[in-house]
Structures are given as C-alpha cells and as structure tokens.
C-alpha cells in the first residue's frame, strides 16, 4: 500500500495521555498546533481528550502516524516502547502505510537501547526519530516550561525543535541516539537518593521530636539542601503525596541507572539501596503515591 500523504506541518499527535501526555497537548493545542490524533491503551482516557481538543481519538497506533506530521510519545516503559514501534506490526507507529516521512518525538524514560531501535526502525520506513527527555512534571507540561534532553540526529533535532520550544524553557540537545536517556537516567538516579536520604533525615528527625519545618529550614541553609527538598520536604512532612512522579516509576528509573551500571562493571550501592526501597512501596501497593511517599517507609508511627 502507498503511503498516505504527509498530513499539515503543524498537526501533532499523541501516543500516551496521562498526566504528562494530556497537558503537552493542551499546551500544543494552545500554541497553534493541530491536535489531530491521539491514542491511549486508557480508551476513555483518549477519548476525554480527544472531545476536549477536538481530535481524532485513534483506536490504533497506525491512525495516529496517518492524521499527524509529528507523533509525540509518552509511555511507560520500555515494553511499551517497543510495542508502539512494533515494525512487524501493521498497526503500529511504524506501519509502513502511514509511517513515512513522519517525526516521532518520544519523551518516556526508557532503556538507551530502546532509543538505539526506534530510531533504526523508524528510518526503514522513511521516519524519523528523537529522544527529548523531559525532567520536569506535570506543572511544567501544561506551561511550557519542560526541561528537554534530546538525543538523535542533529538534523532530527532541528526539525523537532520548533515543537519542543513551545513545550520546554530548556531544549538542550545531548548528543546521538541514547545520549540523552543516559543524561535522564542519571538524574533521576541521584533525584531518587536525594529524596530516599530526605525521607530518612526527616523521619530521624520526628522520632527526636524535633521542629520539622525548623529542620527543613536547618537543611535549606547548610549542607543538606537539595531541590528534592523544595519539592518534596514540606510533603513529606504533612504527608501529602498526591503523585507527580510516582514511586513506581521511581523504582523502574533507578532500575535503568543499576542496569547501566552493571554494564560498565560499576557497583552502586545507593542506588541499590534507593530502588529496593521504591520496590518495598510498589510491594505494600504503595506505587502510585508521589515518590515523596517514601517518607511513609520511614517517619515513626507510619508503616
């Protein structure tokens, strides 16, 4: 079958419309684009949007690539990677009917590997493909101020760029295919011991029975200040975890930095120690909390 003819410059689509997902959109929509298609395993969820935006809510992965000059992706893992890139499959983002000549810009925070494949496969079929990893939340995705770390072709890049400008403050391009999920799995991997320690220091901290605003304004001024203690500390301390980065994804992020590790022969103990953590919330069914519920694990009288 030919390929469907290329669709409007300025059409975008989206595979995965959680909480990120959802508010790119919104914020595209917001600055001229054309939502033209977006597709979610959550039907309703797509659906929702779609009603919202006024796009086609895709019922597969090859409706989406058909309706949209840019795809953007934001899904789970790197299961779930590999299944919308599925060059084997004719329904998936790949499909060579609908594939050709369309940008694909994936902001999940998968394997380096992942990234490697899409964009092999996606060039087979006349596509192309960028990594723009996003070290921001949900806030940031609905104003347009994400922090990108993008890793492709440089000529990917620029394509992809007047895109990313309107989603990011920071669009700050790393290097070839996988460059930028090594970037993204390094900072995540420190983010996550960061909030770990946190959890510990304040939760040390209660069972002295000490001032814990004080203490975060203690920690704030010396040598225990941190970003996660702007961003999770006052959570923390009130038990607020209403989730913009979830353990869950806590615990898959520091399993890609360890994977890493263990391929250059490095041992990673904090790290270790961090995501065994993260896994003891996904195992008391905890994982859907903010990454800051770690502090359930550690202040006394919690459990």
């Not at 925070?109 to 493909?129: F, M, R, Y």
């Not at 999920?181 to 069972?207: D, H, P, Q, S, W």
């Amino acid at each position: 079958m030919d390929a469907s003819p290329l669709p409007p410059e300025k059409s975008v689509g989206f595979v995965g419309v959680g909480r990120m997902g959802t508010n790119m959109a919104r914020r595209l929509a917001e600055r001229g684009f054309q939502v033209a298609a977006v597709y979610d395993t959550n039907a309703a969820a797509a659906a929702g949007l779609a009603a919202e935006l006024g796009a086609f809510a895709a019922r597969s992965l090859d409706e989406v690539s058909a309706r949209a000059r840019t795809v953007v992706t934001v899904v789970s893992d790197d299961m779930a990677m590999r299944h919308i890139f599925d060059a084997g499959s004719a329904h998936s983002l790949l499909a060579p009917a609908s594939a050709k000549g369309r940008l694909f810009i994936n902001c999940a925070t998968v394997s380096p590997a992942v990234h490697h494949a899409v964009e092999a496969a996606s060039e087979l079929v006349g596509a192309e493909s960028l990594e723009a990893c996003m070290a921001s939340s949900i806030t940031q995705a609905r104003e347009g101020s994400l922090y990108l770390m993008c890793g492709g072709r440089p000529e990917t890049f620029e394509r992809a760029r007047p895109i990313l400008e309107h989603l990011g403050s920071t669009v700050r391009y790393i290097g070839a295919a996988g460059s930028a999920a090594k970037v993204k799995a390094l900072v995540n991997m420190v983010m996550n011991i960061n909030t770990a320690g946190l959890a510990e220091g304040l939760g040390l901290g209660a069972a002295l029975g000490l001032d814990l605003t004080m203490l975060r304004e203690v920690f704030g001024e010396t040598g225990a200040a941190s970003r996660v203690l702007q961003t999770d500390g006052e959570d923390m301390q009130n038990r607020a975890h209403d989730c913009y980065f979830s353990a869950a994804h806590a615990a898959k992020d520091s399993g890609i930095a360890l994977t890493l590790g263990e391929q250059h022969g490095l041992d990673l103990p904090l790290a270790a120690a961090t995501k065994a953590q993260y896994q003891k919330m996904i195992d008391k069914g905890l994982g859907e909390l903010d990454k800051s519920g770690v502090a359930e694990l550690t202040f006394p009288g919690r459990g």
